[in-house]
C-alpha cells in the first residue's frame, strides 16, 4: 500500500515535471521529493520519471500508474471535501432573493458556481421588491439578498460591492427632459415625482436618498402619483404622470417606447452586493457571497 506522502509526491510532481515546485507546493525540500520518488520507484520495480539535467518527464509506466492513481485520488479529495462542509453546515437549502431583473440574471450565474462547488446544497431563488427585503432578511425567509445598498440595519450584513450602475431618470418619451444628454438632481423640481408605494417602498431611512422632498438648492419637488410596483412606476411615468429614478440597467432590461431614460451627471452611482443576517453567517452564505465575487472580477 502507498503512503499519502508517496501518493502526493508522484502525483504533484507529474503535473510539475519539476522537482523545485513540486517540493514547494507540498512545503517540503527537494531532496525529501527526490527521496521520496526514489523509494517509490524501488518499490515498482522501474523508473517512474526520466530525469535529466533539462527537464524530468514521465516513463510510460509512470504515465500509466499516474492516470490510474489521479481519477481516485480526485475523488478521495472532493470526498474529503464535502465531509468538512458538511460538518461546518455547507448543506442543505440556501434561499436568495434578488431584486430587479439584472440582479436575477446575476444570481443565476452566481448560482451555476456555487453548485458546482457545493453540490450538495441547493439553492432556491425568488423576486423580491425593495420592501420585502429588510422583512424576509429578519423573518429568516431567506438567506441571502441580492439588492442595493446602503441597509441601514445592524443585524444585517453586506458584502462587498459587486456592481456599480449609473442612476438615470425614467421620464415619459415626450417630456423635454428626454431630449437632453443628461439631468441634475436640481431637475427634480421641475418635475412630478412618483412616489414608491407597498412593497416597492424602500425603508424609512432610505427614503431621502431614493425619494427627496426638496432639490440640493432647496427647492420643494412635487410628490406624484403612489406606484407599487416597479412595472407600475414605469407604466404611469409613460402616462406622463411623473418622473422615477432608476439605475442604468433599465434601459436594457426595461426598455420601452413610451419611456426614456436620462442619465444623472451629479448623482452617485448605485452599488449593488449580497446582504444577509448577521447571526445567519453560515458556511454556505459565505460560500455563495465568494462564488459572487469570483463572477463578477472573472468579467473585468
Known amino acids: 500500500m502507498l503512503e499519502r506522502y ?6 504533484t510532481l507529474a503535473e510539475e515535471l519539476h522537482f523545485g515546485r513540486t517540493a514547494e507546493r507540498l512545503h517540503v525540500s527537494t531532496a525529501r521529493i527526490s527521496q521520496t520518488i526514489k523509494r517509490l520507484e524501488r518499490r515498482v520495480g522501474t523508473p517512474l520519471f526520466d530525469r535529466t539535467s533539462r527537464r524530468v518527464e514521465l516513463t510510460a509506466v509512470g504515465r500509466q500508474l499516474y492516470e490510474q492513481i489521479q481519477p481516485a485520488w480526485a475523488r478521495i479529495g472532493a470526498a474529503l471535501e464535502q465531509a468538512i ?52 432578511l429578519n423573518d429568516g425567509e431567506v438567506d441571502l439578498v441580492l439588492a442595493d445598498f446602503p441597509v441601514d440595519d445592524p443585524g444585517i450584513v453586506t458584502g462587498p460591492v459587486l456592481v456599480r450602475e449609473a442612476r438615470m431618470l425614467a421620464v415619459p418619451s415626450g417630456h423635454p427632459l ?19 408605494s ?18 440640493p438648492a432647496g427647492r420643494p419637488i412635487e410628490p406624484g402619483p403612489p406606484a407599487a410596483t416597479f412595472q407600475e412606476a414605469l407604466t404611469l411615468v409613460g402616462a406622463g404622470q411623473g418622473v422615477f429614478p432608476v439605475g442604468a440597467q433599465a434601459r436594457r432590461y426595461y426598455a420601452r417606447p413610451d419611456v426614456a431614460y436620462v442619465p444623472f451627471d451629479d448623482a452617485p452611482p448605485v452599488e449593488w452586493g449580497l446582504m444577509w443576517r448577521a447571526d445567519g453567517a453560515t458556511p454556505h452564505v459565505h460560500a455563495f457571497s465568494q462564488a459572487a465575487w469570483d463572477l463578477v472580477n472573472s468579467h473585468r
Open 198 to 215: 407597498g412593497t416597492l417602498a424602500p425603508p424609512e431611512d432610505r427614503r431621502p436618498g431614493r425619494m427627496p422632498r426638496y432639490a
Open 6 to 11: 508517496e501518493l502526493e509526491a508522484f502525483l
Open 178 to 196: 428626454a431630449r437632453r444628454t443628461s439631468v441634475s438632481v436640481e431637475d427634480l423640481a421641475r418635475t412630478t415625482l412618483l412616489q414608491p
Open 85 to 136: 462542509d458538511a460538518a461546518r453546515g455547507v448543506t442543505g437549502t440556501l434561499r436568495v432573493a434578488f431584486v430587479g431583473a439584472a440582479a436575477g440574471q446575476l444570481l443565476v450565474g452566481v448560482t451555476e458556481i456555487f453548485r458546482a462547488r457545493r453540490p450538495d446544497c441547493d439553492v432556491r431563488i425568488r423576486e423580491a421588491q425593495i420592501g420585502q427585503i429588510l422583512p424576509w
